[in-house]
């Protein structure tokens, strides 16, 4: 009896031990990459417990400007300190006199150190190139001077370049056959969510030195630089943003202090975004805390701006000219107009925005088509695909932003319905655009009618600067509207800024040119208590300049303003002004 029970437990004690032997056969030969669920490494996880390491990139692709200047980091030449220098007889006082700092500062700041350090922590010391030189030649052990990449406090852009973040779940779903290192970020909004495959890191670069259970060095001050061994990754990639004009546009934004709204600038030949500016601003520590919203890619309430969709549908449908009057003196619904005209043309009815002109072309419009102004609105490049999109390698029609849908109408019942189309013809009821869409309306008549896919984002290059892939301008497929009546709203939408009686003629002064149409908006909300006074608006202006030969197209809105408050002329204006001065430099 004695025996079996001491078989049973050695059997039972030898079953374990396999066990055991299996599991750290598991984690030790077969795991060691991609450990549980969460795919750990658990080789870089215990290097990691008995290493100190100063990162010197953390390896994920960066944005570039137009120019290949860096937008979502700088470049600064540094000294690197290690802790254990505290420990040695180093000679402080030649990497002091190279410096121009007394020996002591640095020797302080070494004694401080718990690991390695930058000389002059969250503000650190520039060196010049040739002070670089001077501290490596002296080869001491511990001390490096280098190049360093430090993120950027304030990324400009920044809602249309957008975020990353770490979360591990996101990261495997995304790359399953990935293993995800101990500081690997994801993008969760903006460009660096779109691009995210192109810029996920492979490997930081890094400084790195063993040490013991207290910090000191384990084997020596022998201080290793590890970084990927594939010198054309981490891939960047090349927007097609102009820093100086983002810069300018978001000053003209914090001087008039938009509190939500912004501006989108287009480069009309290229069908580029120079400029992209939203706000509230995205606050770097909390960017979802209310400032990650881009709304220059989200679907708002035009007003008066949408006017011009109607126009150019009446004018290549046939159903009205120059000789055609109506009458401005009364509102859409035939009672007195709160600013009467009298009977006026379209050209005239564009330029004081006569809300009665356009409620009746709509109704004409709908009666002829219920979906005819839905088409035109396509065909103006104002809804449907306006930013670009295509097949880029594995991908189909790969996005490079992420745009909300405009629309015309909510539903097709209200198509017939009288009152709700003449608001419509508005840009009121339920019309719905984007202020992308609206600047590349305004582009596409600029150019005659011609109308293009608007591009984010030039190209992406590898890290050495070559170019991996490039996005082609792209027509927008389908009908346009016709060049004489592209022709006809270019004249009309001068008219809003030079004729007598328009509603711009603050804009006159400008540096350059300018053809557009206003917009007030209203948004159905109010400040406070419901009276006229608090009723809130979204306050547009949109066009082209210069108008002899069409360079840009802007759109500039303030929303959620009352009527008294937040103009948007004098925005444009600095803006044009702004843009005019840099290409004058």
């Known amino acids: 009896m004695k025996r079996k029970r001491i078989r049973i437990l050695s059997i039972v004690l030898l079953l374990a031990l396999l066990a055991l032997s299996g599991r750290l056969m598991q984690l030790q030969l077969f795991l060691t990459e991609s450990y549980s669920s969460h795919k750990i490494n658990l080789l870089e996880e215990s290097v990691a417990q008995r290493t100190q390491a100063l990162v010197i990139d953390e390896g994920r692709g960066e944005f570039l400007d137009r120019n290949g200047e860096p937008l979502t980091f700088t470049e ?3 000294l690197v300190l290690f802790p254990f220098l505290k420990q040695m007889e180093w000679p402080v006082e030649k990497v002091a006199a190279v410096l121009h700092v007394p020996p002591g500062t640095i020797q302080t700041k070494v004694e401080q150190a718990k690991g390695p350090m930058i000389f002059g922590g969250k503000e650190p010391f520039s060196l010049s190139e040739e002070q670089m030189k001077e501290i490596n030649t002296l080869k001491i052990q511990g001390v490096f001077a280098l190049t360093k990449k430090f993120k950027s406090d304030v990324v400009p852009a920044s809602q249309m370049i957008g ?20 500081t690997q970020k994801i993008g969760v909004s903006g460009l660096q969510r779109s691009f995210d ?9 890094k400084l790195i030195y063993h040490v013991d259970a ?23 990639v090349k927007t097609t943003i102009d820093e100086k004009m983002q810069l300018a546009l978001e000053e003209v934004a914090d001087t008039y202090h938009i509190q939500q709204g912004g501006m989108l600038l287009l480069d009309i030949e290229k069908s580029e975004i120079l400029a992209s500016v939203s706000r509230p601003a995205m606050k770097n520590r909390d960017p979802f805390s209310g400032g990650a919203t881009n709304y220059m890619l989200k679907a708002l309430i035009p007003g008066s701006v949408f006017k011009t969709v109607v126009a150019a549908a009446a004018l290549d449908e046939g159903i009205v000219d120059e000789r055609r009057l109506f009458p401005c003196d009364e509102d859409i619904r035939g009672g007195p107009a709160e ?4 009977n006026i043309n379209i050209k005239t009815s564009i330029a004081v925005s006569c809300n009665r002109t356009f409620a009746d072309l709509a109704k004409e419009l709908t009666e002829k088509d219920d979906h005819i102004l839905d088409e035109y609105a396509v065909k103006m490049g104002l809804i449907g695909d306006v930013a670009w999109k295509g097949n880029v390698f594995h991908y189909e029609s790969f996005p490079q932003l992420q745009v909300s849908e405009g629309r015309i109408f909510s539903s097709d019942g209200d198509r017939g319905e009288s009152k709700l189309v003449s608001q419509t013809g508005i840009g009121q009821q339920e019309v719905r655009v984007t202020p992308l869409g609206i600047a590349n309306m305004m582009a596409t008549i600029a150019r005659g009618g011609e109308k293009f896919q608007v591009s984010a984002v030039s190209e992406v290059q590898y890290q050495n600067g070559t170019t991996m892939f490039s996005f082609p301008k792209q027509k927008i497929e389908g009908e346009t509207i016709t060049p004489f009546t592209a022709m006809k709203l270019q004249q009309y939408l001068r008219g809003v800024v030079n004729s007598p009686e328009g509603t711009a003629p603050y804009l006159q002064t400008a540096a350059y040119t300018i053809a557009g149409k206003t917009g007030t908006a209203q948004t159905g909300k109010y400040r406070g208590e419901e009276v006229k006074a608090n009723e809130l608006y979204n306050k547009w202006f949109a066009g082209y300049f210069p108008f002899e030969n069409p360079k840009y197209a802007l759109v500039a809105v303030n929303m959620d303003v009352t009527i008294g408050e937040g103009g948007i002329y004098p925005i444009f204006k600095d803006s044009v002004d702004a843009v005019y001065r840099l290409d004058h430099q």
């Open 197 to 205: 495959e192109w810029l996920v890191a492979e490997e930081e670069a």
């Open 163 to 182: 975020v990353t973040g770490e979360n591990t779940d996101e990261f495997h779903k995304r790359y399953p056959d990935k293993v995800k290192g101990a």
């Open 339 to 342: 600013k009467p005209h009298g």
């Open 214 to 236: 207290r910090g000191g060095p384990l084997f020596g001050v022998d201080v290793k630089y590890l970084a990927p061994a594939n010198p054309f990754y981490p891939l960047n």
């Open 76 to 78: 600064k030449n540094v």
